[in-house]
């Protein structure tokens, strides 16, 4: 267990950290609009990682919470409202933005919630009109 991988990951001011480990399930970009409005950018790109694979090394006590949803759990630092991750405990998934993962290579293998885009990217990726099937989605694709 040793040699695998670590990743930093923190705060926009560096108050929390904390480290993934292992591999994310799932790397990808999101264009709902619950991602857009919760991350303030035209596109979301994010990884899913199991919840056993990210721990919180520092700033603990400066991590809020808000849930819109029950199964959406989104946290960031109350210092500088930085976004750290959000749980979704019924998949049993942690979404960490890649951006606040500087080091880890982000290589998306689709894009989901595609038919609310407002930032077409053609980058040759495949383009989910929702969800995966596996994610209760339709799994239908959509042209770029
Ligand atoms: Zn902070
Ligand atoms: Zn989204």
Redesign the pocket.
Known sequence: MNNQQQYQGGCFCGEVQFKVTSEPVLMAY???E???HWSAGPV?AFTLWKPDTVEVTKGKDNIVSYNKSVDSTRKWCKSCGGHLFTEHPSMALTDIPAAVIPSFPFEPSLH??YQETVLPIKDGLPKMKDLPKEAGGSGDLLAE
């Open positions: 999101c264009h709902c619950s991602c857009r979301s989901v919630n």
